[in-house]
C-alpha cells in the first residue's frame, strides 16, 4: 500500500543543493557536446540529437487522468478526469545513428499536449505542452555534473579523435565494451562498465525520468509501464534483432494491427537519505515508495513510423524535461546542465536542418 500523504517528501527550495564548480563544469559539458554536434553534422550533413538520435517509432495516443485519482497525486497537469493528446518517441539512447544489431539503452519521451498554465520557460510560457523524458532504467550510472562532465569529455575525445572501433561501440552513457576497448588499447582513458541492457522487446519495457522531478508539492519519479495484456505480455522478451532497423520494424508490424495500453505513475520521495536527488545513479527502492498511477495511455493501432510522422518527430519536434509547468520542473545537478545542453542542442539542429521550432498545439497536427 501507498505510505501516508505526511511521508512524502515535501517540495522547498532546499530540496536541491548546488554542487561545486556546478556552473563551470556544465558549460564545458555542452562545449563539448556542441563540438560533437558539429562532427556529427559532417559525417551525416544532416544535425541530429546528442542523445537519443534514432528513433524507433511515433505514436498517437490519449492520456486518461482518472476522475478518482487521489489528492497527493492530483498534481500539476495531472487533474482528475482530463484527457490529453500524446505523442510517444521511441529510440536509442546514442547520438548517433547506429544500427539497430547494437545493444543501446532505450528511450520513451512523452510529449503532452493540451496542457495549460504558463511553463518553466520564458520563451515557451504560453505554449500548451508537458514532456516527460524517460529510458528503460531506474538510474543514470553519471548521475552527477561532475561524473557526467567527466564522461562527456572522454566520450569526445573517443569521436572525434578515437579509432574507428572504439565510436561503434558506445552504445549508451558509460557502457563500453570491454574487450574491444582492451584490443585498441585506450581502456585506460575511459571508464568502464559491463554492459546491462540486453535486447528486450522495447513494447514490454518499463521506463523512468533521468532523475526526479518536482511533482507539485512533493518529489518524483515518473514512470511508464505496459498495462494492456498485449504488451505486458512482451516484458522482459528477448528479441534477436539482425537487420540495422529492427527496432522500427517490430514497432511498425505491432501497432499495424493492434493498439495498446500504458500506465502513466509516479513513485514519490518519502526520504532524501535513500531517494536522493542530487544523485541520479542511486535506485529508488521500491519497497520504500511503490510506483502509484496517474493515468493510462491509450494507443490505437496506427501506421508508427511514416515518412512524413518521421521527418515531424525527428527534425520538427523537439523533446525536453524543461518544456514543462513550473510543478513538474527537472531537479538535481544531472539535470540543471541538462537545460543549457538541450537549449543549445535544439538550437543548432533546427538551425542546420532549416526546420522551424514548434510545439504541436493540437494532436491533428502530428502527420499520419
Not at 557536446?33 to 537519443?52: G, L, P, S
Not at 505496459?226 to 504488451?231: D, I, T, W, Y
Not at 490505437?300 to 515518412?307: E, F, L, T
Request: charged residues 20%; hydrophobic residues 40%.
Amino acid at each position: 500500500m501507498p505510505n501516508p500523504t505526511n511521508s512524502y517528501v515535501r517540495y522547498a527550495d532546499g530540496v536541491e543543493q548546488i554542487q561545486p564548480n556546478e556552473d563551470q563544469l556544465g558549460d564545458e559539458t555542452v562545449a563539448s557536446m556542441a563540438r560533437v554536434n558539429r562532427f556529427m553534422f559532417e559525417k551525416n550533413r544532416h544535425a541530429i540529437r546528442d542523445a537519443h538520435a534514432k528513433s524507433h517509432g511515433i505514436l498517437r495516443g490519449e492520456l486518461h487522468i482518472p476522475a478518482d485519482l487521489p489528492a497527493h497525486l492530483a498534481q500539476g497537469m495531472f487533474v482528475p478526469g482530463k484527457t490529453y493528446g500524446v505523442i510517444i518517441r521511441l529510440s536509442s539512447a546514442p547520438g548517433a545513428i547506429d544500427p539497430d544489431t547494437q545493444a543501446a539503452v532505450k528511450g520513451c519521451a512523452v510529449k503532452i499536449i493540451g496542457v495549460e498554465g504558463r511553463k518553466f520557460l520564458a520563451d515557451q510560457a504560453d505554449e500548451l505542452t508537458q514532456d516527460f523524458l524517460m529510458v528503460n532504467d531506474t538510474i543514470i550510472p553519471t548521475g552527477d555534473v561532475k561524473s557526467y562532465h567527466d564522461l562527456q569529455l572522454r566520450q569526445e575525445k573517443v569521436i572525434l579523435h578515437g579509432p574507428q572501433i572504439a565510436q561503434a561501440i558506445i552504445t549508451e552513457a558509460g557502457t563500453l565494451i570491454n574487450q574491444a576497448l582492451d584490443a585498441v588499447g585506450i581502456k585506460k582513458e575511459l571508464p568502464l562498465v559491463a554492459p546491462v541492457h540486453p535486447n528486450n522487446n522495447i513494447l514490454g519495457e518499463t521506463y523512468t525520468t533521468l532523475g526526479s522531478i518536482r511533482f507539485g508539492d512533493y518529489v518524483a519519479k515518473v514512470g511508464l509501464a505496459p498495462l494492456s495484456a498485449n504488451v505486458q505480455a512482451l516484458a522482459g522478451q528477448k528479441v534477436d534483432i539482425t537487420e540495422p532497423g529492427g527496432w522500427r520494424d517490430l514497432v511498425v508490424d505491432f501497432f499495424k494491427n493492434q493498439g495498446a495500453e500504458y500506465e502513466l505513475r509516479a513513485q514519490l520521495c518519502t526520504d532524501l537519505n535513500t531517494m536522493p536527488v542530487e544523485d541520479a545513479s542511486i535506485d529508488w527502492p521500491q519497497d520504500q515508495s511503490p510506483y502509484q498511477a496517474l493515468g493510462r495511455i491509450v494507443i490505437p493501432a496506427q501506421d508508427a513510423y511514416s515518412p512524413a510522422r518521421r521527418v515531424f518527430a525527428d527534425d520538427v519536434l523537439s523533446f525536453n524535461p524543461f518544456h514543462c509547468l513550473p510543478e513538474h520542473r527537472p531537479l538535481g545537478s544531472i539535470n540543471r546542465v541538462r537545460i543549457k545542453a538541450y537549449e543549445s542542442s535544439t538550437a543548432y539542429r533546427h538551425h542546420m536542418n532549416a526546420q522551424p521550432r514548434r510545439e504541436p498545439r493540437d494532436i491533428s497536427e502530428l502527420p499520419d
